[in-house]
Every structure is written in structure tokens, then in C-alpha cells.
């Protein structure tokens, strides 16, 4: 049955309304497409005219607490139920407010890619992982296959529980753990006609390990089947890995994206369209992803996003280039310090011309809209580092628990300087095996570098290293 059979007039003069509000939004879109990144961060798709229009002249978006939507009458709640025109309806489903920070994620993640993109905003970056991968193992309808997908074991000890614990030990669904992930045979070698994604994490957390993402998509598409990456610690600020080919980022916006520390969130941004040979009866699934979780799954399962908390993301992501380009300067300076000192045996830092991923991370991570004064852009490595203390893991303990500037917490992505001991924080629950296959000792000192200056970081390591 066509719309028009099948609808009421009344329902159809939404419908008709919502074309031309739809048409509006896509023109306004295309024109913000053009701008600069920092320019879309600052602004999005908040215009003056709807500050002025809609929300009593406020410079910044309006914070809608509301759970609901109300209509205007029975006919536009019908078009509304049906997807039929833009509706937000309950705050599980969608938010004004969260909506503000999706379409400047999507905006970002796909600045420059020569790709569109759509983007759903979740309460944590574990439920945005949840979501972009359980969308892949279901059973198709055959149903007796044993599926499987192919992960880095190098990747942040939450994604490793959640991997490890929920799908193959629960469920059953295995996980072929590649050990070293620049290694792409390593990755061929694995994958089957099971398989179901690749994915990845780069820089991962917190080994600062990395993958040639070109060619993990290139091998991903070339058996039908998407490739997903984390992309945390880089932010679209200094890597778009939509640009060479990956169909799925996840970003744990509690990191970086709002260093103020303030909220927690997640977000899982996706090419239009994905590869994927899993058969989905809505058109969505393939075509922007991101919309056919937010339609369903998220509807369905609950991981919400508090409104609160997105405005707080959105209000944060704003400067997120320059704050990048700050925070993974002083880094530079610090690794530079650590890699000197005696006291300390290695330093992982990918922007380190040393170690040993260096090379690869150099042809990714680069300062969006940046320029070398020869036409290129500036290689930026983020904030995240590590360094491995000398002789037995108390000394690093001691360290650790000498620091007076340098916060001890298992957070980062902060605008202060935050350290931990991953073997004993965030990756205990892993054990001692999985630790060493994952290279963490308990030797080495996670370090995320604010904003602070530099040389005050360098000398609050220096008094505690000094005292060994
Ligand atoms: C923190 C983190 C996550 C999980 O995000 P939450 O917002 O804490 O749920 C996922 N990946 C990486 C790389 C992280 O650092």
C-alpha cells in the first residue's frame, strides 16, 4: 500500500510539511559541510536564524530536560509514531539537545572524507560498542553457523571484557584475537566466511598500539564484511578513519571529545553507506547505520544518552582541535624528557620517532587543518603515553604514588594530566596471561598529559623519578 492509501489527508499535510522542513536541513547541512572543522565545532547546525526563531535569541543550544514530546493532534502523533516526519517523541528514542551533538559529530568524523556520515549519541562508549557490534552477530536464517569476528587484543580493558566475558564466554561467539595489529596477514590469516567485522582500536589504550587502517578496510571489504575502529585517543581532530575506508568509528566521548571531564557518553559514527553481507530487512542497516540503531536497538535496549550530558560533549568538542594540538605538544615534550631518563627503561608514545609504530601512526595522525608551510599537514599523536619504571613494579608504584601534580585515576582524556597503573586499574580484571599477550607489565605508568605547561609535568615526574 502506498502513503497515500494508506494515511489519512491529515497525516499526509505532515508529511507534506516535513518534506520541506527536510529539504531546509539538507540544505543547511551541505552549506555547513563546506566550512572549516573548527568553524562546524563551534557551531554545528545551530544557526543564528533558529536562536533568533526558536529559542529566544540563545547563543548556545538549548538543554531540553523534557523526557517527551506532546503533538498537535492525533494526526501528526501518527505521522510522528511512523517515522514519517522528524520527531524526537521520548527522550529514550532521540533529544533536541543530543541531536545537536550527533549531527556535529557526523560533521567531524566525515570532515574531508569524501563520504557522508551518520552518527548516534549514547550514554557511554561501552553502550555505542554494544550496539555497533551485536547489529552483526545475529544469526541469519540459515541459523546453524558458528560466527566469529576478528578483534586486536590491544584494545581498552572494558572492550576486552566485553569481548572476552559477554560474547564468548556468554554467548559463545568467538573472538580471534590478532596480537599484533599492524601485522595485516595476521589479520587474514584469521578471517573466514564467519566472520562477521574487524575490529580495531588505534592508538589503542594504553600501548599505544596501532593499525594500517587502509589496509585492515581494504581486507574487511574484501569479504563483504565491515571494519570497526575505536578511535578514542585520536579524535577526529587528528584522524578520520572514514577517510581510508572504515565503515564504523566508536568514540568514548567521556575521553577527549569532553576533556572537562564533566559527562559520560559514547558515540558510534558510520559511513553511508557500510559494507556488510548480514541481511537486514530495512534499507537503514546498510545505508546509514547509525540511523537504523538509533530507530531500533537503542530504542530498544535503553543505553540513552542524558541530554545534560550531550551539551556538556557539545560544549567541550568546540575547541577540540586547538586543545588537541596543545595537549599532544606538551606530550611530545614530556615523552622526549622520559625517553632520557635513566630511570625509565621505554617509552611508548607514538609521536616518539623511536618507537617502533612510529612510522605507520605518522601516515594517520595529522592535525586537521593544519599546514607545515608546505602544503602538508603537521603530524599530531594525541595525549596518551606510557613509560615503564626501572627494576621491580614497586618502583613504579612508588613513582606513581609520589606525583603532586599528576592525578592518580584510571580516567584520561583530561584537560588535567592523569596517570594510572593499567596491570593494576584498568586492566585487572584481565589477568596475568592476557596482560602479558597484551604487553602491559606491571612496570609501566600510563600517563595522559593535559593542558597544564609542560615543564611543571616534567618537573613533578623528575622529583618523583629522582627520588628511586
Ligand atoms: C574509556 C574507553 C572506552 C569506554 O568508554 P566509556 O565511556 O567509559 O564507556 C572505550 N574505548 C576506549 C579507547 C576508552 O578509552
Known amino acids: 500500500m502506498s502513503d497515500k492509501q494508506k494515511y489519512s489527508p491529515g497525516v499526509r499535510k505532515y508529511i507534506e510539511q516535513a518534506k520541506k522542513i527536510l529539504d531546509q536541513k539538507k540544505e543547511q547541512t551541505d552549506r555547513v559541510k563546506k566550512l572549516k572543522f573548527d568553524t562546524i565545532a563551534v557551531h554545528g547546525l545551530y544557526t543564528p536564524d533558529e536562536a533568533l526563531s526558536q529559542n529566544q535569541g540563545a547563543v548556545i543550544e538549548p538543554l531540553y530536560l523534557s523526557t517527551a ?39 567531524l568524523e566525515g570532515y574531508q572524507t569524501g563520504s557522508d556520515t551518520s552518527c548516534l549519541v549514547t550514554a557511554s562508549g561501552m553502550s555505542a560498542l554494544m550496539l555497533a557490534v551485536d547489529s552483526f552477530l545475529i544469526k541469519q536464517k540459515q541459523g546453524t553457523e558458528k560466527i566469529n569476528f576478528v578483534s586486536s587484543i590491544q584494545i581498552y580493558g572494558g572492550t576486552f571484557q566485553h569481548f572476552s566475558i559477554r560474547k564468548m564466554e556468554e554467548r559463545g ?32 589504550n594504553p600501548q599505544q598500539s596501532f593499525c594500517d587502517v587502509k589496509a585492515l578496510a581494504d581486507l574487511a571489504h574484501s569479504w563483504e564484511i565491515p571494519f570497526i575502529i575505536d578511535s578514542t585517543c585520536a579524535t577526529p581532530a587528528l584522524m578520520r578513519p572514514i577517510a581510508y575506508g572504515a565503515d564504523i568509528v566508536l568514540h568514548s566521548l567521556t575521553k577527549s571529545i569532553t576533556s572537562g571531564g564533566l559527562a559520560m557518553g559514547g558515540a558510534l559514527i558510520s559511513r553511508k553507506p557500510i559494507v556488510t553481507k548480514i541481511k537486514n530487512d530495512n534499507p537503514l542497516f546498510k545505508e546509514s547505520f547509525a540511523e537504523y540503531v538509533k530507530f531500533l536497538p537503542y530504542r530498544d535496549t535503553g543505553p540513552a544518552a542524558a541530554p545534560l550530558n ?8 568546540r575547541t577540540l582541535r586547538s586543545k588537541m594540538d596543545l595537549v599532544s605538544q606538551n606530550s611530545e615534550k614530556i615523552a622526549e624528557y622520559l625517553s632520557q631518563h635513566p630511570r625509565v627503561y621505554q617509552v611508548d608514545y607514538l609521536g616518539l620517532e623511536s618507537y617502533h609504530l612510529h612510522s605507520l601512526a605518522k601516515n594517520y595522525m595529522k592535525l586537521v587543518d593544519s599546514d607545515d608551510g608546505k602544503g602538508n599537514e603537521i603530524n599530531r599523536y594525541g595525549h596518551l603515553l606510557s613509560f615503564r619504571v626501572d627494576g621491580p613494579p614497586q618502583n613504579a608504584r612508588h613513582v606513581f604514588d609520589t606525583f603532586k601534580i599528576i592525578l592518580r585515576a584510571g580516567d584520561l582524556g583530561r584537560i588535567k594530566s592523569i596517570a594510572t597503573i593499567p596491570a593494576i586499574s584498568t586492566h585487572l580484571q584481565q589477568g596475568e596471561e592476557a596482560r602479558a599477550k597484551a604487553d602491559v607489565p606491571p612496570q609501566m605508568i600510563r600517563l595522559c598529559v593535559g593542558a597544564e605547561n609542560p615543564d611543571d609535568i616534567i618537573a613533578d615526574i623528575d622529583q618523583t623519578l629522582s627520588s628511586l
Open 69 to 107: 514530546q506532546a503533538y498537535r493532534d492525533s494526526d501528526e502523533m501518527e505521522a510522528a509514531l511512523a517515522y514519517l516526519i522528524p520527531t524526537w517523541c521520548y527522550t529514550r528514542f532521540a533529544n533536541p539537545t543530543t541531536t545537536y551533538l550527533e549531527l556535529v559529530l557526523a560533521l
Open 173 to 204: 561467539i568467538e573472538v580471534r584475537w590478532v596480537e599484533h595489529q599492524k601485522d595485516s596477514e595476521e589479520w587474514r590469516a584469521k578471517i573466514d566466511e564467519n566472520t562477521r567485522f574487524l575490529y580495531s582500536e588505534a592508538p589503542s
Open 310 to 317: 550531550a551539551l556538556f560533549a557539545l560544549n567541550d568538542l
